[in-house]
């Protein structure tokens, strides 16, 4: 222990930080080397199945959507068949009855844009009713 002078104590010091410097040097090019080798074409593969999946997902709601509006229109349709039968009948209608067909009129014709031989029955049905 004699024999270590400053100079000597420094040289080993610069010497033992070079030393280290360069090992994290190597580590940090082998970490990215590493990243991109291994985890890009996973996280690549697993967003490709992600952006796959919610485009699925957004066809399959916009095809149950269209097929919920397909049922709504055709329950629409379905009651005012029945109400104006029972009207052309002569039978009688209650005045709730009469509130829901005018209310399952306006959504079949403002919500769901219907204008088929419902529009031209109704119209006919109802012009004579009132009549009465």
Request: glycine share 6%.
């Amino acid at each position: 222990m004699e024999n270590i002078t400053l100079g000597t104590l420094a040289s080993n010091i610069l010497w033992l930080g070079a030393f280290i410097g360069g090992c994290l040097v190597l580590l940090r090019y082998a970490k990215s080397i590493f990243k991109k080798a291994i985890t890009n074409p996973i996280t690549d593969q697993m967003f490709k199945n992600k952006q796959e999946l919610d485009d699925k997902i957004d066809e399959l709601k916009n095809d149950l959507n269209k097929k919920i509006n397909l049922l709504g229109e055709d329950q629409c349709k379905n009651y005012l068949v029945r109400y104006l039968a029972d009207v052309e009948d002569g039978e009688k209608v209650s005045e709730v009855e009469t509130e829901r067909a005018y209310d399952a009129y306006d959504k079949y014709t403002n919500t769901y844009h219907g204008n088929s031989y419902i529009h031209s029955r109704w119209n006919k049905v109802m012009k004579k009713w009132k009549e009465r």
